[in-house]
C-alpha cells in the first residue's frame, strides 16, 4: 500500500527537514505487520514528493495470528494492497517525530502552513465519496476522488467500495499526518487489532485540536474504537471537557462582563429587536442562529409564527443546556419543538446541518475569533451554508468611550479578539459580500451619535441572483 505527500513550497526539498527523513536515500523500516520504505521519487527546488511505502507480510501476518479465522479468509484478502490501520501503524512508527510538528533544523517552517497534496491510490471506504468528502472537506482539504471498478474486464459489475483519493490543502505537516492517521481505519471501519481504553487516548491526543469541533465526530468516535459505545462515548465526553479548562463557564463569566457594561442602555434588548425587524424585512421563515449562546434570541423566534424552522448552535455544550432550558423544552408543546432544533457545532468547520436556511444569524459571534480564523468561518457561512441572507452584529469600538465602568482601551468583553471601528467593520463586510455574491446594507443599533457612531454595528447581506 503507498501514500505520497507532495509539496510545492520553495524550495520544496525542505519537505525532507519536515518528515526527519533524507531526500537522498530510502529509509527502511521493520514493523510488526512487515516493512515499510519512505523514498522520494521527484525531488526538485519546485516540487518534492515523499512517499511512504507498506508491504504487508500475510503470510507472516496470520501465522503470528492468535484466534480463529477461516485460512481463506486470512490468506486472501485486501488487507496488503489497501490504506488500512496497517498504515496508521506505519504513520505513526516512520513520521513520529513529524506528527508532533517539531522540526530541529527547520523549526519556523513546521509551524507555517504550506500547501500539501496526499495521495491514496487505493482507500477502502465505507459509506462511499459522500462520507469521504464528510469527513476531509470540514477540515479545509479540496478532494479528488475516482471509483475503481470491481473488475475493469467486466464494468457492468459496477464500482467497488475502492476510491482513489488525492487531498489537497495549505496547511500544517502535523495536521495532515494526524488526520490521516484517525481517518483512514475510519472509512475502512476495521482495525487490525484488538481496541481498549489504550485508544480512547491516542484518539483524544490525535484529534485534541480538531475532533470535539468536527460535524462527523460521533461518527469518527464510533468507526475509531471499532463500535464499542462505551468508549466511543467516553471519547467524545473527554473531548468537549478538555478542549479547554472548563470553556463554558469562562463563557459564562465573560457574558456576564459585557452585560454590565451594555446594562445601562438595555443593548442587548435593542439587538434582539433590530434582528427580528432584520428578518421580518427580509421575508425569512427558516432562521439559523449561529452562535446563539442561552437562546434568547431563540425564544423570541419561537414566539414568531412566521419563523417555520428554527436553528440554534453554539460551540459550546453548556450554552445548549441553557437554551433548552430558557425554552422549557421539557415543557414545550410538541408544534413548536417541530419547528427548532438545537446542536453543538463550530464555525470553522463545514457543517451540512446549516444548509437550506432563509437567514443566518451572527448576533455578537465574529468578535470572538481569532482574525486568521476569519476566512474559514466566512467560506462555511458565505460559501458553502450559504443562506439568502446572513445578519451580522459586533461592537462599534469607538462608542467605548461612552461606557463609564469600561477602562480606556480595553475591550466590552474579555473573549474579544479584535473590535472594530466603522470604516474597519464596512471595509470586511464589503469585500465579503463582493467575493462570496452578496449585496450588503449597514444600520445601526442604539443611540446613533455623530462622532462615535452607534453601540453595535449590523450589517444585512443578501444574495443578488444577478451576481451568480
Known sequence: MLLTITTTHQPATDLGYLLHKNPDRCHPYELSVGRAFVFYPEQSKERCTAALLLDVDPIGLVRGWRGGAEALEQYVNDRP???????????????????????????????????????????????????????????????EVAALPLDEKFPEWGQS??????????????????????????????????????EVEKLLRHGKDWLSAHPERERIADRYLKHRRRLARTALARLS???????????????????????????????????????????????????????????????????????????????????HQRLHWDRMSPLKKERVSLIQGSLTYRDSRLSGYD??????????????????????????????????????VEYNTNFERLPAGEFRHGDHRFEWNRSEFQAWARSTAERFLYDVRFLPVGADYPDVGPPTQMAVFSRDGTKR
Open 81 to 143: 494492497y489497501v490504506a488500512s490501520s496497517f498504515m496508521s501503524v506505519a504513520l505513526s512508527k516512520v513520521f513520529r517525530t513529524a506528527m508532533t510538528g517539531r522540526s530541529k533544523e527547520r523549526p519556523e517552517l513546521a509551524l507555517t502552513p504550506i500547501p500539501f497534496e496526499a495521495h491514496l491510490p487505493v482507500l477502502p471506504c465505507r459509506g462511499g465519496e459522500a462520507f469521504l468528502r464528510a469527513l476531509f472537506e470540514p477540515l479545509g482539504y479540496e478532494v
Open 161 to 198: 467500495r475502492y476510491l482513489t483519493v488525492t487531498l489537497r490543502k495549505t496547511g500544517l505537516l502535523k495536521d495532515l499526518l494526524t488526520h490521516l492517521y484517525v481517518l483512514i481505519p475510519v472509512l475502512d471501519d476495521e482495525k487490525h487489532y484488538w481496541v481498549s481504553d489504550d
Open 241 to 323: 471537557e478538555e478542549d479547554r479548562p472548563d470553556p463554558d463557564a469562562e463563557a459564562e463569566d465573560h457574558l456576564r462582563e459585557e452585560e454590565v457594561v451594555e446594562e445601562r442602555i438595555g443593548l442587548g434588548e435593542q439587538r434582539i429587536g433590530a434582528v427580528l425587524a432584520a428578518l421580518k424585512s427580509c421575508g425569512a421563515t427558516a432562521v439559523a442562529d449561529l452562535g446563539c449562546g442561552d437562546g434568547r434570541l431563540l425564544a423570541r423566534l419561537l414566539d414568531d409564527r412566521q419563523f417555520a424552522r428554527i436553528l440554534g448552535m453554539d460551540v459550546s455544550y453548556r450554552a445548549i443546556e441553557r437554551a
Open 359 to 396: 437567514a443566518a444569524v451572527l448576533m455578537e459571534v465574529i468578535e470572538h475569533m481569532d482574525l486568521h480564523r476569519l476566512a474559514v468561518f466566512e467560506r462555511v457561512v458565505f460559501e458553502f451554508a450559504r443562506p439568502g441572507h446572513v445578519i451580522i452584529t459586533t461592537p462599534n
